[in-house]
């Protein structure tokens, strides 16, 4: 039970950040929460489905332990940022989900499910989540968390849209009883206690356009209170937190002034009209608590916000207090508030920095240890315990004078390298392979390492926890930390991951490796799949300083004899030194707005073979966000010209045989209304515009100047990747030359079949294809074609995006 409670505090995860250091506005926010016991779990989908308005309004005005569970990473999102997808995606998110946490203040959970792409109804999604599984992750989180209250985002009912959203309010209804249950998931109760949470609501909202309706019921609550500790309005904190989900373009406006929340009852001793109503949220409720309550309102009272390190010995009298307690939930978490209290009261600053950002399993690095305290001169520290080691400095911080011992720590060959926890297996496409039951909802791997320091503060004793990380001073933005990453020595770096094979013709391919540790003296092996051979299959390699990178060219060859168009084939590609086999590529993720990430994949390329035919040779290409369309087309064969602003506004337009636009270009390029009419001439005089599905929605309007004949983005989908698709008319050009497409070409579909399907179309346009979901009507506006002069416009939904090696949009060029 212990290890639990240490595990409950890593759900603020520890990661780097530039520190923020403590004022005593902060201390005082701090100080209410301290004399706060109570929690609030709220549930949703997927990162940026949470209220941030609620979560800061709970968190940091009612002082509330607040927790957003999020049943996905986000992996089926779009972004709008990069040309990260997946599994990748889903890193970026979920930090944007913890720098989002930072601003509100509350903290962040999640389960194993899988962000499989979209889904219209619950159903859909429990035929893909193994609704027991994530089931039993809700209820973990409701048993370690403990929650008063639970809020549900979306309603049972399917008003909120995606199947995803619907499916996290059933699974909350169905946890917020089956917590409580000792023979629901007993294997649990090893880690945790059964819980009945005293009742759960759906936050209840209108759509957009829609008049607010009346609720019999209902609770409302106005969240746009002011808090003069911060300078800000809720609504204002919301909309900081809010716009950290840059990588779904979710930069909000600051709301000032009322925000009225609703929330209707679902389950539980509902029979109340305020949300907290008839639940005790102070020391009263803990056995024996009483008297640290009234400590603490005392401190409150004679807070100094000039002198704050005047509080710090009341505040180890009320630590005392609280270890006096019997063990608990509540006794854990509050005692790391108050210690970390006593610290920023003390103006005390702990830090543990290494001399590099990365190091190797192996390898040595230098670890500087720094503690101030620039307030008071009442700390010692007695010991500091290291990786490998603990040093016992005994030392008093004296007043405002810096502390420094520099180590140099050992990394023992078998540590792990520092890649997300879910992601260390492979997965399905139902949810992450997480066995270990104490990981599981954690919002991120724990540090490398980390330093704990043992310190006597007016005679108590207290230990504080610190992640070992790099920091730097970057030129331009000065004073930086990053995480202390642990890296494979080796990263092998195929230069495509994909390779296209049209004919039986030889194809050369070539492999970085780049060296992480001291020194690397082996080689380099590809090794084909069946139905063809690899030369040279092995080189020699030598590598021998600190991110040296060497490059080695393969020639991939068919076997003629049996050369045919199929399926997809793994080239696996290792690096072997003296019995030590190396077999993944390091991928680097930056962002100025989220921590330095990087993810291990296995370094193998695919191999796709296609009876491919092109009748144009050099297309221009518009690219969007996160598009790899223009990759796989060089693949092909064809000559990609990304096209930028002088080449659309004066260049020679009528050199390609085909211009497309990719996905989402409408959405995130404001001078494409400007291009229209270049666009247009293009196509009147000949050419192919293939325009690649763009979103309409609230977040972002495309208008109608897309086409040579009206048509709008709409809002139709296909979700379900392996729904049959009919051919209108089958005998249609576009369906036959230069390549004959088939229905097969549309197996192993990935994600969805299409979406954002054109809508209302002029009858210029004409619909081939048509295909549908379960028990929906058919839609055939998945791809649209007109003729216009000597040219043609098309519009596509159809999901190339996700299935480059599937059907090429040269296939309808």
Not at 6 to 29: C, M
Not at 322 to 342: D, M, Q, S
Not at 588 to 613: A, G, R, T
Request: include cysteine; charge should be neutral.
């Amino acid at each position: 039970m212990f290890l639990l409670l240490g595990f409950t505090f890593q759900i603020t995860i520890l990661t780097a950040q530039d520190p923020v250091p403590k004022s005593s506005s902060d201390i005082r926010i701090d100080l209410q929460k301290l004399n706060t016991i109570g929690t609030v779990l709220y549930v949703a989908a997927h990162p940026d489905d949470e209220n941030t308005r609620l979560l800061s309004y709970m968190a940091r005005e009612l002082s509330l332990r607040t927790v957003y569970l999020s049943l996905t990473r986000g992996d089926g999102g779009q972004n709008l940022i990069g040309k990260e997808q997946g599994s990748e995606l889903g890193m970026i998110r979920t930090q944007e989900l913890l720098a989002a946490r930072r601003i509100d203040g509350a903290e962040q959970l999640f389960t194993r499910a899988n962000d499989f792409g979209y889904s219209k109804n619950p159903e859909e999604t429990f035929s893909i989540w193994k609704e027991e599984e994530i089931l039993a992750d809700v209820v973990w989180a409701i048993r370690l968390t403990k929650p008063d209250v639970i809020i549900n985002r979306f309603p049972t009912t399917g008003e909120g849209g995606h199947g995803h959203h619907t499916a996290s309010a059933m699974l909350a209804v169905k946890a917020f009883r089956d917590a409580a249950n000792p023979n629901r998931f007993p294997e649990q109760l090893k880690y945790v206690d059964v819980w009945q949470t005293k009742r759960i609501f759906h936050n209840s909202f209108t759509p957009r356009g829609q008049t607010p309706t009346v609720v019999p019921g209902q609770i409302t609550l106005d969240v746009g209170t002011y808090n003069p500790l911060t300078g800000e309005s809720y609504g204002e904190i919301a909309a900081n937190s809010r716009s950290m989900h840059k990588s779904q373009g979710f930069g909000v406006a600051r709301a000032r002034g009322p925000i009225k929340e609703n929330f209707r009852k679902l389950d539980g001793d509902t029979n109340v009209t305020g949300i907290f109503e008839n639940i005790d949220l102070s020391w009263n409720r803990i056995e024996g608590g009483s008297k640290i309550g009234v400590m603490i309102n005392q401190i409150m009272k004679d807070f100094n916000d000039f002198h704050p390190e005047k509080s710090v010995q009341p505040l180890t009298v009320v630590l005392q207090e609280i270890r006096k307690l019997k063990n608990g939930h509540w006794k854990t978490i509050k005692e790391k508030e108050v210690t970390e209290l006593i610290l920023a009261c003390s103006g005390m600053w702990i830090e543990a920095n290494t001399d590099v950002f990365q190091a190797t399993p192996g390898d040595s690095v230098q670890l500087t240890l720094t503690a101030i305290s620039r307030l008071s001169d009442q700390i010692k520290i007695n010991s500091i315990s290291i990786p490998g080691k603990e040093i016992a400095p005994s030392k008093t911080a004296l007043k405002n004078e810096p502390i420094t011992i520099v180590e140099k720590i050992y990394i023992p060959g078998e540590t792990p390298v520092s890649q997300p926890y879910w992601l260390t297996k492979p997965h399905g496409i139902s949810s992450f392979n997480v066995a270990d039951q104490q990981l599981i909802g954690k919002p991120w791997t724990d540090p490398a390492f980390t330093v704990t320091f043992d310190m006597n503060v007016y005679g108590v004793t207290i230990k504080s926890q610190r992640p070992v990380n790099y920091k730097f001073t970057d030129p331009v933005k000065g004073e930086k930390y990053r995480n202390f990453d642990i890296v494979p020595s080796i990263s092998i770096i195929p230069i495509e991951n994909n390779l296209l094979v049209t004919n039986s013709d030889p194809q050369k391919f070539k492999v970085h490796v780049n060296l992480s540790g001291k020194s690397f003296n082996g080689k380099l092996v590809s090794k084909a799949p069946e139905g063809y051979t690899i030369t040279p299959n092995e080189i020699p390699v030598q590598l021998s300083s600190l991110n040296a990178t060497i490059t080695s060219e393969f020639t991939l060859i068919p076997d003629n004899s049996k050369y045919k168009s199929e399926s997809a084939k793994i080239i696996s590609v290792e690096a072997n030194e003296a019995g030590k086999t190396y077999r993944h590529t390091v991928n680097k993720i930056e962002y100025d707005h989220i921590p330095p990430l990087f993810s291990l994949e296995e370094s193998n390329i695919k191999v796709v073979s296609f009876d491919l035919k092109t009748s144009v040779k050099k297309i221009g290409y518009i690219e969007g966000p996160g598009d790899a369309v223009a990759a796989s087309l060089k693949m092909a064969g064809l000559d990609v010209v990304i096209l930028d602003d002088e080449q659309l506004l004066t260049g020679n337009l009528n050199e390609f045989g085909a211009i497309i636009t990719g996905i989402r270009v409408y959405n995130t390029n404001e001078k494409m209304d400007g291009y229209y009419e270049r666009l247009m001439n293009y196509v009147e005089q000949g050419g192919t515009l293939i325009v690649q599905y763009n979103t309409n929605n609230f977040i972002s309007k495309v208008g109608e100047k897309i086409g040579p004949y009206t048509f709008k983005v709409g809002r139709e989908r296909v979700t379900d990747e392996k729904a049959t698709v009919t051919f209108l008319k089958p005998e249609h050009k576009l369906l036959n030359t230069p390549n004959a497409i088939t229905k097969n070409d549309f197996d192993n579909w990935v994600q969805e079949r299409g979406l954002y399907f054109a809508s209302e179309p002029a009858p210029e346009y004409e619909t081939i294809l048509t295909w549908n979901d379960p028990g929906e009507k058919p839609l055939d506006s998945g791809l649209i074609i007109a003729p216009k002069g000597k040219g043609h416009f098309i519009y596509t939904g159809i999901s190339f995006f996700a299935n480059c090696l599937q059907v090429f949009p040269e296939h309808f060029v």
